[in-house]
């Protein structure tokens, strides 16, 4: 299974911009999946995660301007990006969650990410 974001680039603030990650495999395997963010200097951040039942938690510098979707029958997550601000501006990825069941009830996490996609908000 692999991931592949796309559809960063450059936009003015107030802009928008909807970023896209393919799943290479079925995207139904993933329990979570979302978009994190890194900005130079500073830590990975989730920025939007949704669950393989369609509930959605954002950052709270997002809500309102963020919406994640997943389209299981595409294989595809997206995340548009609304009234984009400077601070914005970060290198987004997509990850997953994927549950490995090794039977009589044990298991462990995998995780998966896409190559990082840079969004630049500037004028």
């Known amino acids: 299974v692999q991931l592949q974001a796309y559809g960063g680039g450059l936009v003015q603030p107030g802009g928008f911009l909807r970023l896209s990650c393919v799943v290479f495999g079925s995207i139904s395997s993933f329990n979570n999946m979302g978009w994190y963010r890194q900005s130079p200097g500073k830590q990975r951040e989730s920025v939007a995660v949704?669950?393989?039942?369609?509930?959605?938690n954002y950052e709270d510098s997002v809500k309102g301007r963020f919406t994640i979707s997943r389209d299981n029958a595409k294989n595809m997550m997206y995340l548009q990006m609304n009234s984009l601000k400077p601070e914005d501006t970060a290198v987004y990825y997509c990850h997953g969650t994927m549950w490995v069941d090794e039977g009589d009830g044990m298991g462990y996490t995998t995780h998966y990410w896409g190559q990082g996609t840079l969004v630049t908000v500037s004028s």
């Open positions: 949704i669950r393989s039942g369609g509930s959605t």
